[in-house]
């Protein structure tokens, strides 16, 4: 793809005008307005960064440096399901290298590589704010799946292959749940 | 007066200030690595802690409360503060780590925290030497790790530009180099990529650090993530000399350091003056150092035939060219002075030639419009020109050369490369007896019958007038033929050459020059032709400009030194092409 070929449609580019009416500066804009451009392209692979660069007016250093921060923004093309397996501290300690090792064995790819048929990418990620259902991962920055056990991962690759995707779980965490039931008798 | 208390000192401060600058100014010490004085203070190497707090004053009297014991009762911070992002204000109180023990606890678990994933390579790194890493974990850091796990592994030798090369592994994220390309040179160039241990900085994919003004992040890298890729491995910065100089490559004169080893210049890095440069200077100027060294026009050379020049004795050039003076009238000569020599050398070539009966020297500026930013790089490319005009040389363009050359017998040119920038032709010279006095090889010398190599800027004190009007001086930093820095007290001497011996293999008699500063040169010839002449040193030359000439009044080279230059009572003209 080549850059000349990049370009926001009117709609997109009156869509990133009304983000950029919300914020003091362009460059608070940037997080918004790369969203507009992954959900139309897929990624931001350094061509698409530019873009919205150009587009904001920001220097490209700036937007690259944000891109390249956030695991959610994808700056490779990746498979139909990201799989954002979070390694970090808590899910460390409850076995998340487990449930990584065991998807990477499943899949036969690495974290960070997408399987041949363009299905899956499995990243390593750091805490997704799901530390109370540790072990957990992310399913293409949407639904989480927590409490992960092995066969919990198999049952989720196999709805996925069939395309069906979890459902939302609404949690608990095991300290509050004694109350809950309180308060739903 | 609002007043801090420091270590359990006293100490009145008007206006705002951050503690770590107050207590650097006081002479005093704190560690600290993302802190620049020039670049907004992001706080984010966490390296400059101090405890801190405020004494507690009673509202309504205004008195402070005392505890029992009558000491006045101090309400601390719940944490240790930055001393960089940290406010002084009325009666507060910091103690640093010289008093508090949490201070310095704070300090060696952040440099603990730090070198986790360093490399520790010092042995190897261009920094070490000068590394505020290395240096303050001498001083404040733990003596060992406690972190056995592999360390993170990230790019290294990444060519960031033409100039810079990264070793990612190496760098702290303190985000000066990124503040710098923000703040300072405004090309917005680098960026911090990824996050957590595994960030570092970076330039858009689409892009090159290009940056002029580049290697000024080199300097104020506090590790050696970023090196010059022209200096890398080139020498260990405890070996070299560093001498004050000032950049002759364009009008502003930067105020620059040579470092030099074994009588080559290495290194050019830029010295604090914030009259003139603050803490920066071009990449342009530091590529200088190479001009310094190579190509240099050693030794005197004649014509023998058309094209071939051959070296020749001193004794040989002196006479030739003596006997060139005594076969012409003054008004036969062209005398050509320039803006890319010294004050000194100008004064002393146009006052030997005044002196035969010849009048006022020439010279032309030499100014490319449109090259000069509002920065540091100025469309004048050569550092006197003002020094030229305060001598009262005769300014002219570039056609007023090229008729005193036509209507001449001889031309005699200072240090200027006249053919090289397009003023002459080397046809233009062709059929007239030419004599360069030149510091290097160029089509000026090439196409003149005599060449007198004569010091540079390295090797000789001399002062230089800038852009705007301020006289500023250097130093003698690289060893000649007939200098020796054990005997000239106005050089500095570095471990090596201390140490070293002619029979080291370190040591190589081809990096001095054979040269002559261009005032003893002409001592020489004036005894020769029985002219009274006699310039012991410039500084001789600078006594007796600053008796004649009134913008100098009162000015030495001592001034320049305590002073970091003098601004001249010249009016400020516009360096335009005349
Ligand atoms: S490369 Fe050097 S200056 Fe830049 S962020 Fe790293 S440590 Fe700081
Ligand atoms: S550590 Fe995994 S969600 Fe917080
Ligand atoms: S110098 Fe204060 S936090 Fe870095």
């Not at chain 2, 944490?79 to 949490?102: P, Y």
């Not at chain 2, 033409?162 to 985000?175: H, K, M, Q, S």
């Not at chain 2, 590790?223 to 560093?242: C, H, I, P, Y």
């Not at chain 2, 023998?304 to 036969?332: G, K, M, R, Y």
Request: aromatic share 8%.
């Amino acid at each position: 793809m080549t850059e000349q070929e990049l370009a926001f449609t009117q709609d997109e580019l009156d869509e990133i005008e009304r983000i950029k009416a919300k914020f003091p500066t362009n460059k608070a804009a940037t997080l918004r307005v790369l969203w507009v451009a992954q959900e139309k392209y897929g990624h931001v692979k350094p061509e698409v960064q530019n873009l919205v660069a150009d587009t904001l007016d920001l220097p490209r250093s700036h937007v690259h440096g944000v891109a390249s921060f956030y695991t959610q923004y994808y700056k490779e093309e990746t498979g139909t399901y990201v799989l954002d397996v979070c390694t970090c501290l808590s899910c460390q300690v409850c076995g998340g290298y487990d449930i990584l090792h065991h998807l990477e064995d499943e899949l036969g790819i690495k974290a960070g590589e997408t399987t041949e048929d363009g299905m899956f990418t499995i990243q390593e990620v750091e805490c997704l704010g799901a530390c109370g259902y540790a072990p957990m991962l992310q399913v293409t920055n949407g639904v989480y799946a927590n409490n992960l056990t092995k066969e919990k991962v198999d049952k989720l690759i196999e709805n996925l292959r069939k395309g069906k995707k979890p459902e939302f779980e609404s949690m608990v965490m095991r300290q509050n749940e004694k109350r809950k039931k309180e308060l739903s008798q | 007066m609002p007043e801090v208390f420091i270590d359990n000192e006293r100490y009145e401060f008007e206006g705002d200030y951050m503690a770590l600058q107050f207590i650097l100014d006081l002479g005093k010490e704190v560690p600290f690595f993302c802190y620049h004085p020039s670049m907004s203070i992001p706080a984010n190497c966490r390296q400059c802690m101090v405890k801190a707090g405020q004494y507690i004053k009673d509202e309504e009297t205004g008195e402070y409360e005392l505890d029992e014991n009558g000491e006045r009762k101090i309400r601390w911070f719940p944490k240790m503060q930055t001393s960089c992002a940290l406010k002084l204000s009325d009666g507060m109180v910091i103690q640093t780590q010289e008093t508090s023990e949490e201070a310095e606890r704070a300090q060696k678990d952040t440099l603990e925290f730090l070198l986790i994933n360093h490399p520790l390579d010092c042995p190897i790194c261009d920094q070490a030497g000068e590394c505020p890493l290395q240096i303050q974990t001498y001083k404040y850091g733990p003596e060992g790790s406690r972190f056995e796990v592999k360390k993170v592994h990230k790019p290294k030798r990444v060519q960031l530009g033409p100039r810079v090369t990264l070793d990612a592994e190496r760098c702290i994220n303190c985000t000066r180099c990124v503040r710098f390309a923000e703040e300072i040179s405004e090309t917005n160039q680098l960026t911090i990529v990824s996050r957590g241990d595994k960030n570092y900085p970076m330039t858009a994919p689409s892009e090159t650090f290009d940056d002029p003004y580049s290697l000024n992040t080199v300097d104020i890298c506090p590790v050696g993530a970023l090196t010059s890729t022209d200096f890398r491995f080139k020498a260990r910065v405890w070996e070299m000399n560093q001498t004050p100089s000032i950049d002759i490559t364009n009008g502003k004169g930067c105020n620059i350091d040579l470092w030099t080893r074994d009588n080559e210049v290495l290194r050019i890095t830029p010295r604090h003056n914030p009259e003139v440069n603050d803490y920066w200077m071009p990449d342009e100027g530091r590529e200088a150092f190479e001009q310094f060294n190579k190509n240099r026009v050693s030794r005197p050379s004649i014509t023998l035939d058309e094209n071939n020049q051959s070296n020749t004795s001193w004794n040989n050039a002196v006479e030739t060219f003596a006997e060139i003076l005594e076969a012409h009238d003054p008004d036969q000569l062209a005398v050509f002075g320039t803006p890319h020599a010294s004050v000194e050398e100008n004064y002393a070539f146009n006052k030997f030639f005044n002196l035969l009966g010849a009048s006022n020297a020439r010279f032309t500026p030499h100014i490319i419009p449109g090259y000069g930013d509002d920065f540091l790089i100025t469309d004048d490319q050569a550092p006197n020109t003002n020094g030229c005009r305060l001598i009262n040389l005769e300014e002219t363009d570039d056609t007023g050369i090229q008729s005193a050359v036509t209507s001449a017998k001889v031309v005699i040119i200072l240090s200027d490369d006249l053919v090289g920038r397009g003023v002459l032709s080397a046809d233009d010279l062709a059929d007239r007896y030419t004599i360069s006095l030149a510091t290097n090889q160029s089509d000026t010398t090439e196409a003149s019958d005599l060449v007198i190599p004569i010091t540079c800027v390295a090797e000789h004190a001399a002062s230089y007038v800038n852009i705007d009007g301020r006289i500023q001086r250097s130093f003698p930093a690289k060893e000649t033929k007939y200098t020796n820095r054990r005997l000239n007290l106005e050089m500095s001497e570095g471990r090596l050459d201390r140490y070293g011996t002619n029979f080291d293999n370190w040591v190589n008699e081809e990096h001095k020059i054979d040269c002559l500063p261009v005032w003893e040169f002409l001592n020489h010839l004036g005894e020769r032709i029985g002219l009274e002449f006699q310039y012991d040193h410039s500084r001789a030359i600078f006594d007796e400009m600053s008796d004649r000439i009134d913008p100098l009044k009162g000015i030495s080279y001592e001034r320049m030194d305590e002073e970091l230059g003098v601004q001249l009572p010249i009016e400020q003209q516009e360096v335009t092409q005349a």
